[in-house]
């Protein structure tokens, strides 16, 4: 039986391959850090990874995980509601709730959990989500799952937003919803517009801060800080994935009533095995490390400045950003693909983004700032793009 469509699945991966969209895995033999080794042994700087604080080999956080580990066990083989809820688990909760302001928060195995299993408990047939155009694919499955109305506004366009508001005024509830940095191109959400708009029309927003949190505002308490917008979003959603320790686990937080809708009744909360203690443990010392200073925020602020500047000024395309994320446009998909072989060559570690991750014709290379990045190394990234881009005739 498997013969017929082993073929079928063989012909489309040589397509893939042949259009250059090939995804291959580099397999790192290193903790992840600003300089990481690869399975062949060769050594190059790390500039697609998510870390945007440098604490994914951070030993302040290795050594909570240790100690959870001997206090709390390795694993807790349960979900919540059963016999899987440890007092670590409830202090990470109300860490995160005061980072962000909010009032409750509930604790998913991943931020696509988290996206997956809000919509649904929440909005029916007679409600309408309004969703930006390139919300990342967890919150457009999670919508999926959801009986209520969608509507989609294109990105970040507060035009369209208010005419698919507009149309959504049968509706009972709306939600809009939106990334607070768009992974791809590094854009900001309009936060102060869409809240504008949502007092307008009668509407609750969500928004996701899994590239935001840890990295925009002036103590990384991401777009809801940066518009002064503390308390007046209904739901956040978010990682520890990032720029918080760069683990796993993620997080909705928000209104009380909201979370304690979706403890009873978030399918991916339900039916999945808590975060382990280490990294819960991981987690809240993560928190109080980020409220008694801002640092890395500082410093991971200052280096996306200085990586901007420098890649604008040799002639490099770069979509403008309020995040740590720099997209270096390439538009062409094998382009993008060589681009990135090249660097790697000068001991540069990036991926080369096309369809379908970005729109046909939008390949680019998405370069990602973090606060382990010293500027030696944002220099030699900056020396090697300058190679590769007059080799490939991207720059003069």
Do not use: W
Not at 7 to 23: P, V
Not at 256 to 277: G, T
């Amino acid at each position: 039986m498997y013969s017929n469509f082993q073929h079928f699945l063989q012909t489309e991966l040589d397509n893939i391959k042949a259009a250059g969209t090939f995804k291959e895995e580099r397999i790192i033999v290193a903790p992840q850090q600003a300089e990481i080794k690869l399975a062949d042994g060769s050594k190059v700087l790390n500039f697609c990874m998510n870390n945007y604080l440098g604490l994914s080999n951070s030993e302040e956080l290795k050594n909570a995980a240790k100690e959870a580990m001997d206090t709390h066990g390795f694993g807790m083989s349960s979900v919540r509601f059963i016999c899987g809820t440890q007092d670590l688990h409830k202090e990470l909760e109300k860490k995160i709730a005061h980072f962000f302001g909010t009032e409750d928060t509930i604790l998913y195995a991943a931020a696509f959990d988290a996206n997956g299993g809000v919509f649904e408990p929440l909005m029916g047939p007679e409600d309408a989500i309004i969703s930006d155009s390139l919300n990342h694919a967890s919150i457009i499955d999670g919508v999926r799952l959801c009986k209520a109305q969608r509507y989609r506004y294109k990105n970040a366009d507060m035009v369209d937003l208010e005419k698919q508001l507009k149309l959504s005024q049968a509706q009972r509830f709306r939600l809009i919803v939106t990334d607070g940095v768009f992974s791809m191109d590094g854009n900001v959400a309009p936060m102060d517009k869409i809240l504008e708009l949502a007092n307008k029309y009668d509407a609750m927003i969500m928004v996701d801060e899994s590239h935001s949190a840890g990295v925009v505002g002036t103590t990384g308490r991401g777009v809801t800080e940066l518009f002064d917008m503390k308390s007046k979003v209904e739901i956040i959603t978010g990682t520890l994935g990032k720029a918080f320790g760069g683990a796993i686990g993620g997080f909705t937080t928000g209104k009380k009533e909201i979370i304690a809708m979706l403890r009873q009744r978030s399918r991916p909360y339900l039916f999945s095995n808590s975060i382990p203690p280490m990294v819960a443990a991981a987690g809240i010392r993560m928190f109080d490390m980020v409220d008694k200073t801002n640092t890395l925020q500082d410093k991971l602020h200052a280096n996306t400045d200085y990586f901007m500047n420098k890649m604008k000024s040799v002639g490099f395309d770069i979509k403008p950003t309020k995040s740590a994320i720099c997209a270096v446009m390439l538009y062409d998909a094998k382009l993008a693909q060589d681009f990135a072989a090249n660097l790697l060559k000068e001991g540069i570690y990036v991926i080369g983004f096309s369809f379908p991750v970005v729109p046909n014709g939008q390949a680019r290379i998405r370069v990602q700032l973090s606060a382990a990045h010293e500027t030696k190394h944002l220099d030699k990234c900056i020396a090697a793009f300058t190679k590769v881009g007059k080799e490939m005739d991207v720059i003069k």
